[in-house]
DNA sequence: ATGGTCGAGTATCGA
C-alpha cells in the first residue's frame, strides 16, 4: 500500500497539480491538508472518478484537511474524538483504510513563540496525542500523516542558525513531536533516509526552492508494526516545480501490509 | 533571513 500526504495550499488552485499527480504517484491513500474548501465545494466526484473515495473536513478560506483512498474509507471521525475539545477550525480527519487508522493533520502553525497561537499550537499536538489514545492502537497499524510546522531535528532546516529563536524548532515543538513518538509512531521517512537537506516545504518567496532554503516539517509518523513494513520513501520534488505549484512537495511511503 | 511570493478575498493578513 502507497500512503501520501500533501499540503497543497488551496485545493482549488491545485486540482490540476493534484489530478496529474495522482495518475502519475498513483497513492493508495493520500492526505490532503490546507484544502481552503468547505465541505460542501470539495470535488469528490473528480476524485471518485480517479478511483478515490474521499471524505473532508473543512469549513471553507482556511485549513481544512482530506483523505482519499482506494483501499477503503471507513470509521470517518472529523476532527477530534468525542469527549475532547472540537477542532474548530477543522485541522484533523481521521479514517480506517485497508486496515490502517490514518489521519490527515494539519497542526497550528504557531506564528511565534510568545504569540498566543504557540500556545495554542502546543495544546493542539496534546490534543491530537488524546485523540489517538481514543481512535488508534500504537499495536496495530496506524500513520498519522501531515503538516506538523515542526522541523524534528535541525538537520531538518536549511540552517539552523537562521531559526534561532523562531517556531518550528524550538524545544516544546520538537517536545510536542516526541510525545507523539512516546505514544508509538515513529518517523518513516527516517528511517530510511539520514541525509540533511532533504525537504517537505520551501518558501515561495527569495527563490527559496532553487537556493534549497527548505524545511522538512510534512511527516509520516507510524506506529512499530506499520514502520517494519515499510520498503520505500521519497519526498517528489518534481511537483514543488513547474507552474503553480504548492509550496509544500508530496511525501510518499510504500508499507507492506497485504491490501 | 525578511523584503522578495503566494492565496485568501478585494485591504490586508497569514504562511
Known sequence: MRIATWNVNSL????GRVEEWLTYAQPDVCCLQETKLSDAAFPHMAFSALGYESAHHGSGQWNGV????????????EGFSEGLEAD???RLLTATCGGVVVSSVYVPNGRALDAPH????LSWFKRLRDHLDRVADPDRL???CGDFNVAPEDRDVWDP???????HVSVEERDALASLEEWGLEDAFRRRYQEDRLYTYWDYRAGDFHEHRGMRID??????????????AIVDRNARKGKLPSDHAPLLIDVATGV
Open 88 to 90: 474548530e477550525d477543522t
Open 219 to 232: 511527516l509520516i509518523l507510524v506506529s512499530k508494526p506499520l514502520a517494519d513494513t515499510v520498503t520505500w
Open 66 to 77: 482530506a483523505i482519499l483512498s482506494r483501499v477503503g474509507l471507513d470509521n470517518v471521525v
Open 161 to 167: 542558525a537562521a531559526f534561532v529563536g523562531s517556531t
Open 12 to 15: 482549488k488552485v491545485r486540482m
Open 118 to 121: 504557540f500556545q495554542y499550537k
Open 142 to 144: 496506524v500513520a498519522v
